[in-house]
């Protein structure tokens, strides 16, 4: 996402957290979906950053929670670049 917000709509991001919010800023992402997608975002830092607070069934529950977020992420994205090459 950070490559599609630079090269296309000319915005910088610095980290996931910020990719998403401008991500939903810009129009590309839903507001409610980038809302979603930061529970994703967090998980992923704290698995990498702070892998000790997290459980297995927290790790379970987080991701069977928002599969369908995910889906809808793929989904919007797939729109954003579709209406680039029409354009």
């Known amino acids: 996402m950070s490559a599609l917000l630079a090269k296309i709509k000319g915005i910088p991001c610095e980290g996931y957290v910020d990719c998403i919010v401008k991500t ?41 929670e928002n599969k369908d977020n995910l889906i809808a992420f793929v989904n919007q994205i797939n729109t954003f670049l579709a209406s680039i090459k029409r354009n």
């Open 24 to 64: 939903g800023k810009a129009g590309i992402l839903s507001a409610s979906l980038t809302h979603k997608l930061r529970q994703i975002v967090d998980l992923r830092n704290n698995i990498i950053h702070r892998y000790w607070v997290i459980n297995n069934e927290q790790l379970y529950n987080i991701t069977v």
